[in-house]
């Protein structure tokens, strides 16, 4: 069974400052890695994703994150944050396996929180 | 496209009653998913479909939720009786694939169970 771990259920950053959102995986074989971004009261909209190819991966608004598989990590990061990046963030893996489901397992998410 | 639509939006009903919610998923997203949202457990998967067949529902939590997928562009998930409980968001997502593809999300009914 997949499962993940996201590091912090609130992270608060100043504006302007580096983001880093921590995310760990747990899985038999490297899966499929997303991160979604929900802002209040809407629904998820994907980051960005990995699934095969470079392992550092340019997603929407300014975020990457890359896949570190020695540390079954895939921590997302921004340079500089900016007040429209407060929202809730997630974490989530894909079975990559022959027999594994479609659906997404996520990580129980982290809120960013931006100071002016 | 309008993306995925879900309704309602909102629903408070009373323990005992019957929901059911509603999705129409992206024009030719094969997949239809859906999840439930809770404080306690984040956000889980409860069912999903692939061309309108049920592939998966080890996540539904009771014989009381069932979900259909009469066609491609409609679903339902349901909940007879309701229960405090089962108060949640309730999101929809569809994608045109499965593994590794992006799914795209509606924005969710808020259920209220009094």
């Known amino acids: 069974a997949q499962s993940v771990t996201q590091l912090g259920s609130h992270v608060s950053v100043s504006e302007g400052a580096l983001v880093l959102l921590r995310c760990n995986y747990s899985?038999?074989?490297?899966?499929?890695l997303f991160w979604y971004v929900q802002y209040p009261n809407q629904g998820l909209q994907l980051l960005l994703k990995?699934?095969?190819?470079?392992?550092l991966v340019k997603g929407i608004n300014g975020f990457e994150a890359e896949f570190k598989k020695s540390e079954t990590s895939f921590h997302l990061t921004k340079p500089s944050a900016h007040m429209s990046d407060a929202a809730e963030y997630f974490c989530?893996?894909?079975?990559?396996?022959?027999?594994?489901?479609?659906?997404?397992?996520f990580g129980k998410g982290t809120h960013l929180i931006i100071q002016p | 496209d309008a993306g995925v639509i879900q309704s309602p939006r909102h629903e408070v009903t009373e323990m005992g009653q019957e929901v059911t919610l509603r999705c129409k998923p992206i024009?030719?997203?094969?997949?239809l998913f859906w999840y439930r949202q809770t404080m306690m457990r984040g956000l889980e998967l409860l069912i999903y479909?692939?061309?309108?067949?049920?592939?998966?529902d080890s996540g539904m939590p009771e014989d009381r939720f069932s979900a259909k997928m009469p066609n491609a562009s409609f679903s339902t998930l349901k909940i007879q009786p309701s229960e405090p409980r089962d108060s949640a968001v309730y999101f929809c997502?569809?994608?045109?694939?499965?593994?590794?593809?992006?799914?795209?999300f509606g924005p969710g009914t808020r259920l209220t169970v009094l």
């Open positions: 989530a893996v894909s079975d990559t396996s022959g027999g594994g489901a479609d659906g997404l397992t």
């Open positions: 990995y699934t095969t190819g470079a392992t």
């Open positions: 997502a569809s994608s045109r694939q499965g593994r590794g593809g992006e799914q795209f």
């Open positions: 899985s038999s074989v490297p899966p499929y």
């Open positions: 479909f692939n061309n309108n067949v049920p592939i998966d």
């Open positions: 024009s030719g997203h094969d997949y």
